[in-house]
């Protein structure tokens, strides 16, 4: 059977579901694994706060039940990573959240790692899972472009935003490698990556690459 990564987007946006499937053009291949995208009705339209994340975690969870016999791998496809411990505990195949690998692919490509959140209340969120990843050190700065998930359907907006966050970081703050901090983002690596000179993580396609080792190999 061939292998199946399904890459769960746990709010109910598509429009942020066709942005990560498209992303994900560069990692499929004639006969590799098949890498399925899908939206969680449930969600919230994006996930904003602790709340949205509280109230996810189950209709996540029954989602990826009703995968599990086809899949090789899950992938969360949200930056708080929700739900990635529940599902570990329900599933014998790999799971991986877009924060905790996206963080450690950027840890690969450069020394300090600086992140783009949307929103400032993210950040405390995200500054609690870094602390319990051990990785605070080498962290430059957890920065907000101050739009929320249904906001970045402005492309020019969003990248204005990225592009002026991204060179704070890279230049006062002393990041050599920049992660963008929502899924809501994924398509944008490559032109924010031309304007900043150094390494920018699209952390989807990046734990998708890992997804794709763990199916093929079967770890």
């Given at each position: 059977m ?6 769960l ?17 560069p990692?499929?291949m ?24 509280d ?12 995968l ?6 899950f ?9 990635l411990?529940s ?13 905790e690998t ?15 959140s949307?929103l ?12 319990a ?42 990041a050599d ?14 032109e ?10 699209e ?17």
């Amino acid at each position: 059977m061939t292998p199946k990564i399904f890459v769960l987007n746990p709010n109910s946006s598509q429009v942020v579901t066709d942005g990560i499937d498209a992303a994900m053009a560069p990692l499929r291949m004639p006969g590799g694994p098949e890498i399925h995208c899908t939206t969680l009705a449930e969600g919230p339209p994006g996930v904003q706060n602790q709340r949205d994340i509280d109230q996810l975690v189950d209709p996540l969870c029954r989602q990826a039940q009703s995968l599990a016999a086809q899949a090789s791998a899950f992938v969360v496809a949200c930056f708080s990573d929700p739900g990635l411990h529940s599902l570990r505990e329900i599933t014998r195949v790999p799971v991986l959240g877009i924060a905790e690998t996206g963080v450690l692919t950027a840890l690969s490509l450069g020394h300090r790692f600086g992140v783009i959140s949307i929103l400032p209340a993210s950040i405390p969120r995200h500054l609690r899972y870094f602390g319990a990843m051990g990785v605070t050190d080498r962290l430059a700065a957890d920065l907000s472009i101050g739009m929320g998930v249904q906001e970045l359907v402005d492309r020019t907006k969003t990248m204005e935003r990225l592009v002026a966050v991204g060179l704070q970081l890279r230049d006062q703050h002393r990041a050599d490698t920049v992660v963008l901090g929502c899924a809501g983002m994924a398509g944008m690596r490559e032109e924010l990556q031309r304007h900043l000179g150094i390494p920018v993580v699209e952390p989807t396609q990046a734990t998708v690459a890992v997804a794709l080792g763990r199916a093929l190999l079967k770890w």
